[in-house]
């Protein structure tokens, strides 16, 4: 296994096969190749033999420099499990506290019932969001109408 | 007429319309509130009367510093062929070269033949693509499969 920070041609390599990770959630439209060119410092892609099994996508936020953002986390179906995902967070949190960030924030869709799970078990709070379905905080419309988000915040010690 | 830095607040009124302004063509999911939230002090927004009539949002680069990226821009289309495009880049034009930028980059889609004229003729070149179509270069699949755009830079002077 190698960490390395990405690169442009890493674009091309994750987009081709991204919805297929998510189960045929069409994933693409959400992940642009501006974010492989213009953050590269603040994002990580796991390789395992040549091949791509995790990545992520984050950066330290412009408008509020002591917030680190956390895009967009991958990780190949067969790998799962496996603590991949723990291991890119850490890299990004590392990276972003040298920078000067004291809180990572993210979001995930209230479907995807693993991501909650892992976000609350390395220690991400949900923060308040405009319902409760089941328990679960869940900001209706975050990102446009019929895109309900839940949104996670950690501080950095 | 008033132009000032967008809010995370702005993002719920621009979301609702965006699609309309395209024509129907569905935009919004390039569109993600995080551009709201963490790029506002390069981001512009055009007011008239309380309405947003038209909006930009871009960024210096983080991994390429001398390299402005704009992102989105959109203008009602009551108010188009007013001038208000241009007011917003040379906003933007302006901030991000106090902030140490020296080149303008951006794409759009090939059927958007406006903003490919547009771009021409506010002194961006076109880069080269992966394919050239009735004298266009453009980049196949740049954004993911299917998704071709045509690049844009210029020079900051």
Request: with cysteine; net charge positive.
């Amino acid at each position: 296994m190698e960490m390395r920070n990405v690169t442009e041609a890493d674009y091309v390599r994750v987009i081709s096969v991204i919805d297929d990770w998510w189960g045929g959630r069409m994933m693409s439209d959400l992940l642009q190749r501006l974010f492989f060119i213009h953050f590269q410092e603040t994002s990580f892609v796991i390789e395992e033999k040549g091949t791509i099994i995790g990545f992520l996508i984050g950066f330290p936020s412009q408008t509020l420099p002591k917030v680190g953002y956390i895009h967009f986390v991958g990780i190949h179906p067969k790998a799962r499990k496996e603590g991949y995902a723990r291991i890119l967070y850490e890299a990004f949190f590392e990276k972003v506290r040298e920078l000067g960030c004291e809180k990572i924030e993210c979001i995930t869709s209230p479907v995807n019932k693993g991501s909650v799970a892992f976000h609350k078990r390395i220690g991400f709070k949900i923060k308040r969001g405009t319902t409760s379905v089941n328990g679960l905080q869940i900001y209706q419309n975050y990102d446009g109408p019929g895109k309900d988000r839940v949104l996670f915040e950690k501080e950095l010690s």
